[in-house]
């Protein structure tokens, strides 16, 4: 995943065909290890495939969210070039602070509450 990761933000960096050595330079910017053997076997998996339908294919196997559901349905608008106006606001109602000893009892004996005790 590390490797996927550090090639996927090199291309969107700009750079159109990281090497082994772009993608070991971003991870231990980050302070993370390289697998050597994992990353040719990533490198060899991708060259020479368009990213955008790799991404596609790959996409029903993909769980992107876990929150409130709100997040996942973004990113494909945002990738198609949707734009979504946004949601207005409801204003939610102020509520009065309402005094616990009104009308009721004092627990301590105080003036307050009028009752027997």
Do not use: C, W
Not at 45 to 55: D, M, Q, S, T
Not at 63 to 71: K, L, N, Q, T
């Amino acid at each position: 995943m590390r490797h996927m990761a550090a090639y996927l933000l090199l291309r969107a960096g700009g750079n159109d065909a990281p090497t082994a050595a772009d993608v070991t330079k971003a991870l231990a910017a980050a302070g993370i290890e390289t697998d050597a053997a994992r990353l040719s076997a990533f490198l060899a998996e991708v060259e020479g495939k368009n990213l955008a339908e790799l991404i596609a294919s790959a996409q029903d196997r993909l769980f992107v969210g876990g929150g409130g559901g709100g997040g996942a349905a973004a990113a494909p608008a945002a990738a198609a070039g949707a734009a979504k106006a946004p949601a207005a606001k409801a204003e939610k109602p102020k509520e009065e602070e309402v005094d616990a000893l009104d009308g009721g009892m004092n627990m301590f004996g105080g003036g307050g509450g009028g009752g027997d005790y």
